[in-house]
């Protein structure tokens, strides 16, 4: 049997590179330069010996502010990525949830203060003369 009812045509238009193309582009191209200019300070190389010098000249304040961003950044990425893995293991096996559950509980209860210290010589051996233990150790404790 054939339909009587009008069949509708519809032609896709070509996708064109438009404004709003380039302006997410742009975006994330400003944000891969951020990441890579705030990061490679994280590089530097650190002794326990010396001390590094700090600018304090008013022209760094946007520098270090960056630096701060890329490392509360990190730490959200790490924490969404941790609250969605450990969510989903405990949403889907019941012998993962029996050990996930008491060992937050237990984790909750223990001040950051509690196991700070031995996270950061942690990073620091896993970093040896480099920064990035430090900064490691820094975006662990956010």
Avoid: N
Avoid at 59 to 88: C, E
Avoid at 108 to 118: D, E, I, M, N, R
């Amino acid at each position: 049997m054939k339909s009587t009812s009008p069949q509708l045509s519809i032609q896709p238009e070509p996708r064109v590179f438009g404004w709003i193309d380039a302006a997410v582009m742009l975006a994330l191209f400003g944000l891969l330069w951020s990441a890579l200019h705030f990061g490679k300070g994280m590089l530097v190389h650190f002794d326990d010996s010396t001390v590094l010098q700090i600018d304090a000249s008013p022209g760094q304040i946007p520098y270090y502010a960056g630096r701060t961003l890329l490392r509360m950044w990190i730490a959200f990425l790490f924490s969404l990525f941790f609250a969605i893995a450990t969510g989903y293991l405990a949403a889907k096996s019941k012998t993962a949830r029996a050990f996930i559950l008491p060992a937050l509980d237990v984790l909750q209860s223990v001040p950051v203060l509690g196991f700070l210290s031995a996270t950061v010589t942690g990073f620091m051996a896993l970093f040896p003369g480099s920064l990035m233990g430090v900064e490691c150790a820094a975006i662990f404790a956010q």
